[in-house]
């Protein structure tokens, strides 16, 4: 797969040289994440409607 869009990280990275945290690509249908301090190798991928499913029940757990 080609890498979807441009590279992003979080506001919440801090300041420094910011290679240490995770970043995104995103296109229609697809999400790349890489770390920042190995962007040279090959980023994870996953369909769009699956990672903005994971976030969801990241943000909101089921309760017990």
């Known amino acids: ?10 506001s919440y990275s801090g300041e420094g040289d910011g290679n240490e945290c995770v970043e995104v690509a995103t296109s229609h249908t697809r999400i790349a994440i890489r770390d920042s301090k190995t962007p040279a190798r090959t ?7 699956a990672f903005a499913a994971f976030l969801e029940a990241l943000k909101n757990p089921p309760r017990p």
């Open 43 to 49: 980023p994870l991928t996953f369909p769009a409607d």
């Open 1 to 10: 797969m080609t890498t979807p869009g441009t590279w992003r990280k979080s």
